[in-house]
């Protein structure tokens, strides 16, 4: 699956930092977790911070010239590495406080390889910057994008920084899309693999440029190299002025969902 053994490389120290923090994720469930307040109404707990602890030392003993930024943490390594790593060891905390097991563990090198695992699904999504494939129990499958299921994952969660004149909420409201598609929430990047793997036709969120964020950075990896289509809410190319993130199977739904993102009236 993978082409370059650089690629390789990297891609396979991405799948198993990734696969470390699941596990740890996957142990604690369940447990009776102290929050840890961030601010804002958000938090972490103690799985995130063992999680991106465990991760740190995956990617530390492979690649210990490299730097890290993790969710928790903060920056780690070298002020002038040449390389960075993008970590968020468990996004849907608030799902995983609750008891809802929808949720992922995110690891990215900047500009290359990246992995997402699904601590209890068992699996691990991933691509080496070029191709992208899913791993389950040592086996690899690519990862074939497509709209069939005409499910979209739409973030409600505010902030809405594009309001009013674009809303991704106002999305669910418009008549022609619950007649081509049908409406899903999911408070985790874990929607975004879902996309790459034929598992939804398409996600929206709105934000600002979320391509170096630790949230998104395994994801849109994950959707670029699947051949997904990928723009920001307001159509700008990732990793530039981009606010927010439109990521669709197939050039026709993407086209589809900007035209409804957009409409007025």
């Given at each position: 699956m993978i082409n370059s053994p650089a690629g390789r490389d990297d891609a396979e120290v991405a799948i198993a930092a990734a696969s470390a923090g699941a596990d740890v994720?996957?142990?604690?469930?369940?447990?009776?977790?102290?929050?840890?307040?961030?601010?804002?109404?958000?938090?972490?707990?103690?799985?995130?911070?063992?999680?991106?602890?465990?991760?740190?030392?995956?990617?530390?003993?492979?690649?210990?010239?490299?730097?890290?930024?993790g969710e928790e943490g903060g920056r780690r390594g070298a002020t002038g590495a040449a390389r960075q790593w993008l970590v968020d060891p468990l996004c849907g905390t608030l799902n995983y406080a609750v008891g809802n097991m929808v949720v992922a563990v995110n690891v990215a090198l900047r500009e290359g390889a990246a992995a997402v695992a699904d601590p209890f699904a068992g699996e691990v999504f991933c691509t080496d910057g070029e191709t992208a494939w899913v791993r389950r129990d040592g086996v690899d499958a690519p990862l074939v994008p497509t709209s069939a299921t005409r499910l979209v994952d739409v973030n409600l969660d505010p902030p809405f920084p594009s309001a009013p004149g674009v809303r991704a909420v106002d999305l669910l409201a418009h008549p022609g899309f619950v007649e081509r598609f049908r409406p899903r929430v999911v408070s985790s990047t874990l929607a975004l693999a879902w996309v790459a793997a034929g598992r939804r036709a398409a996600y929206v969120t709105d934000g600002g440029?979320?391509?170096?964020?630790?949230?998104?950075?395994?994801?849109?990896?994950?959707?670029?190299?699947?051949?997904?289509?990928?723009?920001?809410?307001?159509?700008?190319?990732?990793?530039?002025?981009?606010?927010?993130?439109?990521?669709?199977?197939?050039?026709?739904?993407?086209?589809?969902?900007?035209?409804?993102?957009?409409?007025?009236?």
């Open positions: 994720v996957r142990e604690m469930y369940g447990r009776r977790l102290a929050r840890i307040d961030k601010g804002g109404g958000d938090f972490a707990t103690a799985a995130d911070v063992e999680a991106e602890k465990t991760i740190l030392g995956v990617i530390g003993a492979a690649r210990p010239e490299d730097a890290v930024l440029d979320l391509s170096g964020s630790v949230h998104f950075a395994a994801g849109i990896a994950l959707c670029r190299a699947a051949g997904c289509v990928l723009t920001g809410i307001d159509g700008a190319p990732i990793g530039g002025s981009a606010r927010g993130l439109v990521v669709a199977a197939d050039a026709e739904t993407h086209a589809l969902l900007m035209s409804m993102i957009h409409h007025r009236g």
